[in-house]
């Protein structure tokens, strides 16, 4: 996601470039109303990308977080595992043939 947003940035300046020559150049309400539209439009997609690039970065830190969570459940549980030492021996008279 962050990849394509990154890749997006040199076109859409030169895109921008663009539509701001044109605007400038504007002869008319209407040309100068439909670059104006068109910077806005440029401006409403990098905004929503930059949103999606955001909202892709937060996923992947909770992602993260909730692994690194995980991991320290699992540790601790191991550690409680490996230092129970249950009941332990206990001796038990023990008779051998039959005796």
């Known amino acids: 996601m ?3 947003v990154v890749g ?3 076109s859409a300046r ?3 470039q663009t539509l701001v020559a044109q605007s400038q150049g504007a002869t008319g309400a209407l040309q100068a109303a439909q ?3 068109q910077l806005l439009a440029l401006q409403s997609t990098q905004m929503a990308d930059l949103t999606a690039a955001i909202a892709a970065q937060n996923r992947a830190q909770a992602l993260e977080a909730a692994r690194r969570a ?3 459940v699992q540790a601790r549980e191991n550690l409680n595992q490996f230092l129970d030492y ?3 021996y206990e001796p038990t008279t023990v008779r051998m043939f039959g005796g």
Request: charged share 15%.
């Open 35 to 37: 670059a104006g539209n």
């Open 8 to 10: 997006n940035i040199e």
């Open 2 to 4: 962050q990849a394509g």
């Open 14 to 16: 030169a895109e921008m």
């Open 70 to 72: 995980s991991a320290e």
């Open 86 to 88: 249950g009941t332990g």
